[in-house]
């Protein structure tokens, strides 16, 4: 059986930086795109980043130039670097692959932003 567990999530200054990890595990024959997503109270889920199995990276326009997405295929993880942190980036953040031809998600790390 497939897991993705994500782990980093905390309270964290305005300004701040943080790093998410997310791990997959069980019978895993191929992965191919991975990603974050992110969910904040009383807003739909909406994509983070994702990268695929090549490395190109795909970035939404409000965390441009401040979150870096990178994956390890050895280790099959996924991580999110986020830098310059808004209180507007709080939510819940989600890891997503694509794993044996099927989408899984993790079970969600909680990221606050606040003073």
């Known amino acids: 059986q497939v897991q993705l567990v994500e782990s980093g999530g905390c309270l964290v200054q305005p300004g701040g930086s943080l790093r998410l990890s997310c791990a997959a595990s069980?019978?895993?024959?191929?992965?191919?795109?991975m990603g974050w997503y992110r969910q904040a109270p009383g807003k739909q889920r909406e994509l983070v980043a994702t990268?695929?199995?090549?490395?190109?990276?795909n970035y939404a326009d409000s965390v441009k130039g401040r979150f870096t997405i990178s994956r390890d295929n050895a280790k099959k993880m996924v991580y999110l670097q986020m830098n310059n942190l808004k209180p507007e980036d709080t939510a819940v953040y989600y890891c997503?692959?694509?794993?044996?031809?099927?989408?899984?998600w993790g079970q969600g790390t909680q990221v606050t932003v606040s003073s």
């Open positions: 997503n692959a694509v794993i044996n031809a099927s989408w899984y």
């Open positions: 069980g019978t895993i024959f191929s992965i191919n795109t």
């Open positions: 990268i695929n199995s090549g490395g190109r990276t």
